[in-house]
């Protein structure tokens, strides 16, 4: 690619939302969209089964806005959403952001460099908590920031190769989708139910495996900062992500394997929550606030992920899992036949 390609790259930002209660964050996040030093091509709000949401965002919004309003034409979810998304979009480099986040001036600039090189098929970036209450709980490890959507520590920092990238905060290829098609329905959030995820994971494994030579990359210069709620701060919150993590991943793993699947996962068991318990007890110790309470947490959270996978796991095994499906994407602004 010329440099002159590089730069005419084009990018639409895909926004999926399910409800009112967000409307003020929708509203943020799509001003946040077209306050970008490298103006995106087209923001798509994808409303996720609600009528009056989608009435109310189409008298909001005019296409000639740059915005447009579309229902997910496919199951209730948030992976069926984006696949609507990317069926409808226009431009060359897809990015995702989550409906209660807002992103920084720079944010598709950095995505938009990364793909300088043609091998690059998917650029992450760093996701910031804005926490309810004003700061951290005392109690809530670091290690631990996925479980609200944000990036966590043990993350390797500046740019780098990674795995796969996280979904509230991504950006890909649209080639990458005919190469492996889209999101796996079955697999990910609907709305207010068990918070399940690994819908990214998933998918990047299964282009890794179509296209040996891709490159996926998160640049931590590409930053979103991400509401967290009230209800989010409170271990009951916590221990529920952490379980449903655990299901997820044993749907990643029957899709993709244990190897793939686990193989980020057990740097991070063996390597990151160790060091992190280490300074929780440190701090205890030294009598800093908290440090008890995330020693504990990072204890519990692996529990309640074990538990999980292992549930998920036998379930998978007597043919009870829940069913996902991969979708191709259609060009023609409709989704596929699940595969």
Same mark, same amino acid.
């Given at each position: 690619?010329?440099?002159? $390609?590089?730069?005419?790259?084009? @990018? ?23 306050? $970008? ?7 798509? !709000? ?17 296409? @000639?806005?740059?915005? /447009? ?32 986040? %807002? ?8 995505? %938009? ?47 780098? &190769? ?10 890909? /290829?649209? @080639? ?29 494994? *299964? !282009? ?6 891709? %490159?996926? !990359?998160?640049?931590? &210069? ?19 992500? @952490? ?29 990151? !929550? ?19 309470? *995330? ?6 959270? %692996? ?27 259609? &060009? ?8």
């Amino acid at each position: 690619m010329t440099e002159s $390609q590089h730069a005419r790259m084009t @990018t639409s930002v895909v926004i999926c939302v399910y409800t009112e209660e967000r409307w003020t964050d929708i509203l943020a996040a799509v001003d946040s969209v077209r306050a $970008q030093s490298r103006p995106a091509l087209e923001t798509l !709000l994808v409303v996720d089964h609600n009528p009056a949401l989608l009435d109310r965002l189409t008298r909001e919004y005019k296409e @000639t806005d740059g915005v /447009r309003v579309l229902a997910n034409r496919g199951p209730r979810g948030l992976s069926a959403g984006r696949n609507t998304g990317i069926a409808a979009a226009h431009g060359e480099i897809l990015a995702f952001l989550d409906d209660d986040a %807002v992103a920084e001036r720079d944010w598709l600039r950095w995505f %938009v460099a990364g793909y300088a090189d043609p091998d690059v098929m998917a650029v992450g970036g760093r996701t910031e908590p804005i926490w309810a209450s004003g700061r951290r709980p005392a109690w809530f490890p670091e290690e631990f920031d996925w479980v609200v959507g944000c990036t966590y520590k043990g993350l390797p920092p500046g740019k780098v &190769r990674v795995r796969n990238v996280l979904g509230g905060n991504a950006s890909f /290829r649209r @080639t990458a989708f005919d190469v492996a098609g889209g999101f796996a329905t079955g697999i990910g959030r609907d709305g207010d139910k068990r918070p399940l995820g690994c819908e990214e994971t998933e998918l990047c494994i *299964r !282009l890794s495996r179509a296209r040996p030579d891709a %490159v996926l !990359l998160v640049d931590d &210069r590409a930053v979103i900062h991400h509401r967290v709620p009230a209800g989010r701060e409170r271990f009951a919150y916590f221990r529920t992500r @952490t379980y449903a993590e655990g299901l997820s991943k044993a749907l990643v793993a029957r899709s993709v394997g244990a190897g793939k699947g686990l193989e980020s996962e057990r740097a991070y068991t063996s390597k990151v !929550l160790p060091a992190g318990v280490a300074r929780g007890v440190r701090d205890f110790v030294l009598a800093r606030p908290g440090g008890a309470g *995330r020693a504990g947490a990072i204890v519990a959270g %692996v529990a309640a992920a074990a538990g999980g996978y292992v549930l998920g796991s036998l379930r998978t095994r007597g043919g009870n899992a829940a069913t996902f499906s991969v979708v191709e994407i259609d &060009r023609g602004d409709a989704l596929g036949e699940a595969a």
